[in-house]
Antibody, heavy 117, light 110 residues
Framework: EVQLVESGGGLVQPGGSLRLSCAAS????????MHWVRQVPGKGLMWVSR????????TYADSVKGRFTISRDNAKNTLYLQMDSLRAEDSAVYYC??????????WGQGTLVTVSS | QSVLTQPPSASGTPGQRVTISCSGS????????VHWYQQLPGTAPKVVIF???QRPSGVPDRFSGSKSGTSASLAISGLESEDEADYYC???????????FGGGTKLTVL
């Protein structure tokens, strides 16, 4: 059974940092593109970043470029999102997802990030 | 303001057919596959249509998708109360070099 479990969310002050993790199981993690998508509670989905299977290529939404870094450890079947210089508008539930044929076919349960003083 | 335009709401009675539209441009829908996600309250999104018109296993055949030019649509026939959810379209945008989502459509089953 495919499972994606996010962790690392919490309350952080503006300007602070947080690292999210997404533990994957039940599939060949090293063969799949992976994404981070976020959602402000009650609002729509916003794509954040994606990484290719071997970790050599990453793409980011303009709003997080230069502040967030996606990475992966295929030996540990884990996807990461390092978030620096956090702003109030980064507050959201962050989901990781597996990509298949361009679609996110499996999603984690999400982890809530709150940026506030 | 989302790159992909969806109606904010849609509704229908049980048994009816409803359609949700998703309008984009040549840099996104016009060039790439469209995927549709269903999000029930308090849960993570779930793909109901991928690559324009393909249904994942486990998704009822009441769900169908189509794409023409720079627009796509999701149709749900034989509407059931369990279909009440938010629906999002998504695709790649070559100009933005990013995945883009529609703003979402809240489907109400009356």
């Amino acid at each position: 059974e495919v499972q994606l479990v996010e962790s690392g969310g919490g309350l952080v002050q503006p300007g602070g940092s947080l690292r999210l993790s997404c533990a994957a199981s039940g599939f060949a993690f090293s063969a799949n593109w992976m994404h981070w998508v976020r959602q402000v509670p009650g609002k729509g989905l916003m794509w954040v970043s994606r990484m290719n299977p071997d970790g050599s290529s990453a793409t980011y939404a303009d709003s997080v470029k230069g502040r967030f870094t996606i990475s992966r450890d295929n030996a540990k079947n884990t996807l990461y999102l390092q978030m620096d210089s956090l702003r109030a508008e980064d507050s959201a539930v962050y989901y990781c997802s597996r990509s298949l044929l361009g679609a996110s076919d499996y999603w984690g349960q999400g982890t809530l990030v709150t940026v506030s003083s | 303001q989302s790159v992909l335009t969806q109606p904010p709401s849609a509704s229908g009675t049980p048994g009816q057919r409803v359609t949700i539209s998703c309008s984009g441009s040549s840099s996104n829908i016009g060039s790439y596959n469209v995927h549709w996600y269903q999000q029930l309250p308090g849960t993570a999104p779930k793909v109901v249509i991928f690559t324009n018109n393909q249904r994942p296993s486990g998704v009822p055949d009441r769900f169908s998708g189509s794409k023409s030019g720079t627009s796509a649509s999701l149709a749900i026939s034989g509407l059931e109360s369990e279909d009440e959810a938010d629906y999002y379209c998504a695709t790649w945008d070559a100009s933005l070099n990013a995945v883009v989502f529609g703003g979402g459509t809240k489907l109400t089953v009356l």
